[in-house]
C-alpha cells in the first residue's frame, strides 16, 4: 500500500514532524540501554555514548534535544561538560544522573542551569517529566535563536545609511536631530525611516527598538 499523501486542491503539505533527541552520555552500558528504551518508548530519538568526547564529536542538534549526562565520567566529567554545552549548545538543557550525588555537586551544576538532577535508581515518571520540561525548554530557546537569526537578516538588508538612520531613531533622536547628525536633510530621514520600518518588519517605533535591543545596537540607557 504507498504511503504517499494525496492532497486535495489548495491543501497545503503538512508540516514534517521533527521528532526531539534526548542524548545519553553515561559509561554504564545498562544504564544507557535501559534509558534507550525508556526513551524510545515515551516517542523520542535516543542517542547513546559512552563518553563526553564521543558527545563532543557530534554536530549541533538542529531540533529539540536535552543532555541526560552522568556526573562521573572516564575523561571530561559531567560538571565540566556541561559547561562546554553551556557555552557551545545552550539551546541544550542538562538532565544530570549520577549513583552518588552530595550536595555541593548537586547545587553547582543546578546554579549552571541544569534542569534535574537525579539519583539512580531512576524513576521512570521522574526522569519522562524532567525531559519534558528539558526538551520544552529547548524549544523556546531554538525559537529565539531563530527569530534573533531573522532579525540579523532583515537588518543586514538595510542600506548603511538606513543602519545609520535606525541606530539613532532606536536612541530616542527625532527625524530633526537625526538629520542634523548625519547632514541630510528630514525629509530624507523620514524615507530612510519608512524603509527600515518596512525592512525590519517593525509594527511601531517601541517594536523597533526592542529588536535593536536583541540586536546589540545602542538604545535609551545604553549609551
Known sequence: MSSTTT???????????VTPVVFVVDDDISVREAL???????????QLLASAQEFL??????????????????????????????????????IF?????DIPTTVRAMKAGAVEFLTKPLAPEVLLGAIER???????????????????????????REREVMALVVRGQLNKQVGAELGISEITVKAHRGRVMRKMRASSLPDL???AFLLGLHTPGKG
Request: proline share 9%; charged share 25%; hydrophobic share 40%.
Open 7 to 17: 492532497l486535495r486542491p489548495g491543501q497545503k503539505m503538512p508540516p514534517t514532524v
Open 36 to 46: 534507550e528504551l525508556l526513551i524510545a518508548h515515551a516517542g523520542w530519538r535516543p
Open 57 to 94: 564529536a557530534l554536530p549541533r542538534a538542529q531540533c529539540p534535544s536535552c543532555l541526560l549526562l552522568d556526573v562521573g565520567l572516564p575523561d571530561l566529567n559531567g560538571l565540566e561538560l556541561q559547561k562546554r554545552v553551556c557555552d557551545e549548545r545552550p539551546e541544550m538543557p542538562i
Open 97 to 101: 544522573i549520577t549513583g552518588r550525588g
Open 134 to 160: 528539558a526538551l520544552a525548554r529547548s524549544r523556546v530557546s531554538l525559537d529565539e535563536q531563530m527569530r534573533l537569526q531573522v532579525m540579523r537578516d532583515r537588518h543586514q538588508s538595510l542600506s548603511l
Open 209 to 211: 527598538v526592542d529588536m
